[in-house]
Nanobody, 124 residues
Framework: QVQLVESGGGSVQAGGSLRLSCAAS????????VGWFRKAPGKQREGVAALHRGANSAYYADSMKGRFTASQDNAKTTVYLQMNSLKPEDTAMYYC?????????????????WGQGTQVTVSS
Protein backbone atom coordinates (compact mmCIF):
# COMPACT_ATOMS: atom_id res chain seq x y z
CA GLN A 1 0.00 0.00 0.00
CA VAL A 2 1.31 3.40 -1.00
CA GLN A 3 0.23 6.49 0.86
CA LEU A 4 0.44 9.89 -0.77
CA VAL A 5 0.20 13.23 1.02
CA GLU A 6 -0.06 16.51 -0.87
CA SER A 7 0.86 19.90 0.52
CA GLY A 8 1.70 23.37 -0.70
CA GLY A 9 -1.66 24.60 -1.90
CA GLY A 10 -2.96 28.02 -1.04
CA SER A 11 -4.23 31.30 -2.39
CA VAL A 12 -2.22 33.41 -4.79
CA GLN A 13 -2.82 36.26 -7.17
CA ALA A 14 -2.74 35.78 -10.92
CA GLY A 15 0.81 35.65 -12.18
CA GLY A 16 2.07 34.17 -8.94
CA SER A 17 3.65 30.80 -8.21
CA LEU A 18 3.10 27.83 -5.96
CA ARG A 19 4.98 24.59 -5.45
CA LEU A 20 2.96 21.53 -4.57
CA SER A 21 4.55 18.52 -2.89
CA CYS A 22 3.50 14.89 -2.96
CA ALA A 23 5.17 12.79 -0.29
CA ALA A 24 5.04 9.06 -0.95
CA SER A 25 5.32 6.48 1.84
CA UNK A 26 7.33 4.16 -0.37
CA UNK A 27 8.82 3.79 -3.83
CA UNK A 28 7.96 0.61 -5.67
CA UNK A 29 7.52 -0.49 -9.23
CA UNK A 30 3.76 -0.23 -8.77
CA UNK A 31 4.08 3.44 -7.92
CA UNK A 32 6.95 4.62 -10.07
CA UNK A 33 4.75 7.05 -11.99
CA VAL A 34 3.32 9.97 -10.03
CA GLY A 35 0.68 11.99 -11.76
CA TRP A 36 -0.81 15.34 -10.86
CA PHE A 37 -4.50 15.93 -11.49
CA ARG A 38 -6.87 18.76 -10.77
CA LYS A 39 -10.59 19.02 -10.28
CA ALA A 40 -12.41 22.34 -10.54
CA PRO A 41 -16.08 22.75 -9.58
CA GLY A 42 -18.32 21.76 -12.45
CA LYS A 43 -15.47 20.32 -14.49
CA GLN A 44 -14.04 16.88 -15.00
CA ARG A 45 -10.81 15.89 -13.36
CA GLU A 46 -7.92 16.49 -15.72
CA GLY A 47 -4.34 15.38 -15.88
CA VAL A 48 -1.82 18.15 -15.35
CA ALA A 49 1.56 16.43 -15.38
CA ALA A 50 3.33 13.23 -14.43
CA LEU A 51 6.81 12.15 -13.46
CA HIS A 52 8.39 8.74 -13.90
CA ARG A 53 10.45 8.51 -10.74
CA GLY A 54 12.89 5.92 -12.05
CA ALA A 55 13.62 7.58 -15.39
CA ASN A 56 13.07 11.09 -14.04
CA SER A 57 11.01 11.82 -17.15
CA ALA A 58 8.21 14.36 -17.00
CA TYR A 59 5.03 14.61 -19.03
CA TYR A 60 2.67 17.55 -19.33
CA ALA A 61 -0.74 18.46 -20.62
CA ASP A 62 -0.34 20.83 -23.55
CA SER A 63 -1.93 23.71 -21.66
CA MET A 64 0.58 23.37 -18.81
CA LYS A 65 3.78 23.20 -20.83
CA GLY A 66 6.08 26.07 -20.04
CA ARG A 67 4.25 27.01 -16.84
CA PHE A 68 4.32 23.83 -14.75
CA THR A 69 7.34 21.68 -13.93
CA ALA A 70 7.33 18.27 -12.26
CA SER A 71 10.42 17.15 -10.37
CA GLN A 72 11.47 14.99 -7.44
CA ASP A 73 13.96 14.96 -4.60
CA ASN A 74 17.10 12.85 -4.73
CA ALA A 75 15.61 10.20 -2.48
CA LYS A 76 12.64 9.84 -4.84
CA THR A 77 10.27 10.14 -1.90
CA THR A 78 8.72 13.48 -2.81
CA VAL A 79 7.45 14.69 -6.16
CA TYR A 80 6.96 18.38 -6.75
CA LEU A 81 4.81 20.42 -9.08
CA GLN A 82 6.15 23.91 -9.59
CA MET A 83 3.40 26.14 -10.95
CA ASN A 84 4.30 29.52 -12.39
CA SER A 85 2.32 32.27 -14.11
CA LEU A 86 -0.81 31.03 -12.43
CA LYS A 87 -4.17 32.02 -13.86
CA PRO A 88 -7.62 32.14 -12.26
CA GLU A 89 -8.58 29.13 -14.39
CA ASP A 90 -5.90 27.11 -12.56
CA THR A 91 -8.10 27.27 -9.45
CA ALA A 92 -8.91 23.69 -8.46
CA MET A 93 -8.26 20.91 -6.00
CA TYR A 94 -4.98 19.31 -6.97
CA TYR A 95 -4.28 15.64 -6.38
CA CYS A 96 -1.28 13.43 -6.81
CA UNK A 97 -1.67 9.78 -7.71
CA UNK A 98 0.64 6.86 -8.37
CA UNK A 99 0.71 3.87 -10.69
CA UNK A 100 3.11 1.60 -12.48
CA UNK A 101 4.60 3.24 -15.55
CA UNK A 102 3.63 6.52 -17.14
CA UNK A 103 2.03 5.12 -20.28
CA UNK A 104 -1.35 6.83 -20.63
CA UNK A 105 -0.36 9.01 -17.68
CA UNK A 106 -3.33 11.35 -18.04
CA UNK A 107 -5.97 8.65 -17.57
CA UNK A 108 -7.02 8.94 -13.95
CA UNK A 109 -8.74 5.56 -13.96
CA UNK A 110 -5.36 3.83 -14.31
CA UNK A 111 -4.02 5.13 -11.00
CA UNK A 112 -4.15 2.87 -7.96
CA UNK A 113 -3.13 5.30 -5.25
CA TRP A 114 -4.40 8.80 -4.54
CA GLY A 115 -3.68 11.56 -2.08
CA GLN A 116 -6.32 13.63 -0.33
CA GLY A 117 -5.78 16.76 -2.42
CA THR A 118 -4.65 20.31 -1.80
CA GLN A 119 -6.62 23.40 -2.80
CA VAL A 120 -5.15 26.01 -5.14
CA THR A 121 -7.00 29.29 -5.53
CA VAL A 122 -5.84 31.95 -7.97
CA SER A 123 -7.46 35.36 -7.80
CA SER A 124 -7.50 37.94 -10.57
Amino acid sequence: QVQLVESGGGSVQAGGSLRLSCAASTYTGSSNCVGWFRKAPGKQREGVAALHRGANSAYYADSMKGRFTASQDNAKTTVYLQMNSLKPEDTAMYYCAAKSGCLRWSRDTEYSYWGQGTQVTVSS
